[in-house]
Each structure stands twice: as structure tokens, then as C-alpha cells.
């Protein structure tokens, strides 16, 4: 069967992104051929494993992280402008995929990141890998900012979340997108807080800043969970945007209501979901040009 080229494109979402695994591993089920990915944050991160060919590794070193062993990768630090260093994940990484050049990757591999001086948009398609990871998470206010020339680089979900346009493009291929970043808020809060599923709120990392970030109806929001809301509708719309701007041809939205950006320990169920529902997209799919028949097939399900 030949296979059918795709160039992908990876959202941010923090642990939500494990998603991405699923979903790379359910398009290369269903005969697809990935020719070029991009990435934001956490897609920048799954997104560039797999373009050096690794990705089945440091997915299998993922699930096999237990809560102790999540802490024991968060390097706080008491500077006045992040929570985490950022080394530690970053060396563990390392051990599994040694550092490369971007350009020599197998695959055409690009990671954006926002540049907090003058606010523009950051696009690394050559140097570290690494470096160009490390930029792309910098959550602001979690991860201590990468600096580089002139620059003040933190997440690029600030500036484009879902990079469609950043992908290397060859001709008669797919754009795809998997996109983690759509939100229900008020699902989210009755998931975490309703009965027992108040347990979904207590994995590690995330207890140590659950107090701090957590919010319930009813109740005034910190500042923190004021600005991490804020932040969050901020980047959901850029996403809408980019999806109009760019017109993939098919968007995998992720309903990730469940887990939250630091459900590191549930990697598992995560990247069970984002491979059911690119399968599910896969099968809704409509060709530009199929045939009526086959339209009416895919539509069944048949």
C-alpha cells in the first residue's frame, strides 16, 4: 500500500501533549508517512523525539516514570521569575537522545518559541535540538527563560500554539494538526473537584502547585490561576485562528478535560486517548476529492 505523505504540526499542552505520541503512533498504523513535523511546547518536545527516531524510547522511559521519579526531574529554584530550572528533564532526555543539529535530523523538524523582549515569534529550523526544545516549554513563570543573543525566549504557545505554518510543506501531501489545547473549563473544574474524581487533581508535580494555581466555582481566583486561565483563552484563540488562517486538512482535537498540563503520571491514558482520537479522525475523514461512494462509506464508518 502507498503510503500517504503528512506534514504534522504538534500543539503545546504540557502533559496533555503526550497525546502526540498516540497520535504518531496511530497515523503510522493507519499507512500514513510522516515527511515533516512541527511543533509548540510539549509538540516541540514529542515532535522533535520523533525526528531524530527515538520517539519509542523515550515513550517507553515515560511510562515507566512513577511519581517519585517525576519530582525527582523538578529542579526548583527560588528566583523571582520561574519555579523550575529546567536542567534536570532536559540531562534525562539527553541520556536516552543525545543532542543534534536540527538539519541533520532525518525529517525536516521545526519548534517555535516567543521571544519575551520584543514579543515576536521564534522559529529554530537549524542548531540544538535541545536548545530549541528547552525555548519552545518555557512555560512563563514555571520554567526559567532561555537567553540567547538578545533574546528572552519562553513558550511559544504566546505566539502561535499550533504552528501550521511553520511545517515544511512537499507537494500532494496532508497537513495535520493535533491540537491539545481546546478547553472546557467548566468540565475541567467538575472532573477535578466532584466526588472522586477530586483524585485526578493529585498527581505530582501538580500537588505542589495546586494550591497555588487551583480554582472552584464560586470562589475569587489567585493570581496565578487568573493568569494561567487567561493565558489559556489567549492561546485557544490564536489556535482558532491559525486553523482558519492555514485550513489543514484535518484537525484531531484532543478533548483533554481529564488531565491537566502536570499529569506527567498519567502518560498511559493519555497517549491512549490521542490515539483514539486521531483514529477516530481518521475514519470521519473526508478526501478533497473522493468520490461520493467513499464519502458515504467513511460517513458510515463502513
Not at 516541540?44 to 515515560?62: D, F, I, N, P, S
Not at 491539545?180 to 502547585?209: D, T
Not at 499529569?263 to 473522493?290: F, T, V, W
Request: hydrophobic residues 45%; glycine residues 8%.
Amino acid at each position: 500500500m502507498k503510503k500517504k505523505n503528512v506534514a504534522l504540526v504538534l500543539s503545546s499542552g504540557g502533559a496533555r501533549g503526550l497525546a502526540h505520541i498516540g497520535a504518531i503512533e496511530e497515523l503510522e498504523r493507519a499507512h500514513y508517512a510522516i515527511t515533516s513535523i512541527a511543533g509548540c511546547s510539549m509538540g516541540a518536545l514529542v515532535g522533535g523525539m520523533y525526528a531524530a527516531g527515538k520517539l519509542g524510547e523515550v515513550k517507553r522511559w515515560m511510562m515507566g516514570l512513577d511519581r517519585k521519579q517525576i519530582l525527582s526531574l523538578v529542579d526548583f529554584s527560588f528566583s523571582l521569575n520561574h519555579l523550575v530550572k529546567g536542567v534536570k528533564v532536559i540531562d534525562a532526555l539527553k541520556q536516552i537522545v543525545p543532542d543534534v543539529n536540527i538539519e541533520d535530523l532525518p525529517i525536516p523538524y521545526a519548534a517555535v518559541a516567543t521571544d519575551w523582549n520584543s514579543g515576536r515569534e521564534v522559529v529554530f529550523r537549524s542548531g540544538s535540538l535541545y536548545e530549541a526544545i528547552r525555548s519552545s516549554i518555557s512555560i512563563p513563570l514555571f520554567f526559567n527563560p532561555v537567553r540567547k543573543q538578545d533574546m528572552l525566549l519562553v513558550d511559544g504557545a504566546l505566539v502561535n500554539a499550533l504552528p501550521l505554518n511553520r511545517v515544511e510543506r512537499t507537494k500532494g501531501d496532508m497537513l495535520v494538526g493535533v491540537n491539545v489545547c481546546a478547553r472546557n473549563y467548566r468540565e475541567e473544574q467538575f472532573l477535578r473537584y466532584a466526588g472522586e474524581k477530586k483524585l485526578l487533581g493529585k498527581s505530582l508535580p501538580a500537588s505542589i502547585v495546586q494550591r497555588i494555581m487551583s480554582y472552584q466555582e464560586g470562589m475569587a481566583p489567585s493570581y496565578l490561576s487568573l493568569l494561567a486561565r487567561s493565558i489559556a483563552i489567549m492561546v485557544e484563540q490564536n489556535t482558532r485562528q491559525q486553523i482558519a488562517l492555514c485550513k489543514p486538512h484535518l484537525v484531531v482535537e484532543a478533548s483533554m478535560e481529564r488531565y491537566g498540563e502536570f499529569d506527567y503520571d498519567k502518560a498511559a491514558p493519555i497517549c491512549a486517548m490521542g490515539a483514539e482520537q486521531m483514529r477516530k479522525a481518521l475514519a470521519a475523514y473526508q478526501p478533497p476529492h473522493a468520490s461520493l461512494w467513499q464519502r458515504l462509506k467513511n460517513t458510515l464508518g463502513a
